[in-house]
């Protein structure tokens, strides 16, 4: 298998298109087909280009599910487990979204397998994916890691890209901060593929995953971070919003 995935875009169009550039150059380099691109939720919320997120995701994402963004945005979920920043973005986005837009993230499913390679994609968590639990700690992972028999889940929500293995004997490893990791058929995996549009790890650049039969590999792409901000201003969208693009946070 050979995919590319994006997850939490939120708005950040100048982020998608160097992440979209970035998939595409990778092919050309390599002289093969392009990464089929997995996304993983969230993509409106924050940033100031909701609908041509919307439109870039449903051209070239072969498969996605719906975030809780997207849902708040739809009136599927409660705002008001959002704080107050994140809910004056919905409601500036709710104002902003065409009826296509709105479609197509109606479109989406809230969780999607993909049978042939054996994996799970969700956008919080495998248990109880339409309450958007966060899914960070060993603990999590346990439960996680029975509410899903594919080789690998694939989820995005928190921003902080990881890779969790789960060894045949049940014990669990956490890899953090680490660009690559092998992967292992006797073992199962839960992969967050961070955010493209709104990094929380500390480095501001784009990120999203190479997902192979192998590895399992981030990558951070640096985009025109200004540009998002300046729209954001723009828009009227929360100065803290628009602040932590900068650091990452
Ligand atoms: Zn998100």
Same mark, same amino acid.
């Given at each position: 298998m050979n995919y590319a995935v994006i997850s939490d875009v939120h708005g950040n169009l100048e982020a998608l298109d160097a992440v979209l550039a970035d998939i595409s150059a990778r092919a050309g380099q390599s002289g093969g087909r392009r990464a089929k691109i997995l996304f993983l939720g969230d993509a409106v919320g924050y940033g100031p280009d909701p609908n041509a997120c919307v439109a870039a995701i449903r051209k070239h994402a072969f498969q996605g599910v719906a975030g809780n963004h997207d849902w708040a945005v739809l009136g599927? =979920?409660?705002? =008001?487990?959002?704080n107050p920043n994140a809910r004056a973005a919905i409601r500036w986005t709710d104002e902003t979204l065409t009826p296509e837009s709105r479609a197509a993230l109606e479109a989406l499913p809230l969780v999607k397998r993909l049978e042939k390679d054996s994996l799970f994609l969700v956008?919080?968590? &495998?248990? $109880? &994916? $339409? $309450?958007?639990h966060y899914l960070l700690y060993f603990s999590e992972a346990q439960v996680n890691f029975e509410h899903f028999k594919e080789w690998i889940c694939l989820i995005g929500h928190s921003h902080l890209p990881f890779v969790m293995e789960r060894m045949p004997t049940g014990e669990i490893t956490a890899s953090k901060g680490q660009k690559a990791a092998a992967l292992d058929r006797s073992c199962r995996y839960i992969i967050n593929a961070g955010s493209v549009g709104q990094p929380r790890d500390g480095d501001p650049r784009a990120c999203y995953l190479l997902l192979s039969d192998e590895e399992a590999r981030f990558v951070r792409v640096p985009y025109d971070i200004r540009k998002t901000q300046e729209k954001m201003g723009a828009a009227g969208l929360p100065l803290p919003l628009i602040e932590r693009l900068s650091r990452g946070l």
């Open positions: 599927l =979920t409660d705002v =008001t487990f959002f956008h919080g968590s &495998p248990y $109880e &994916p $339409e $309450e958007w």
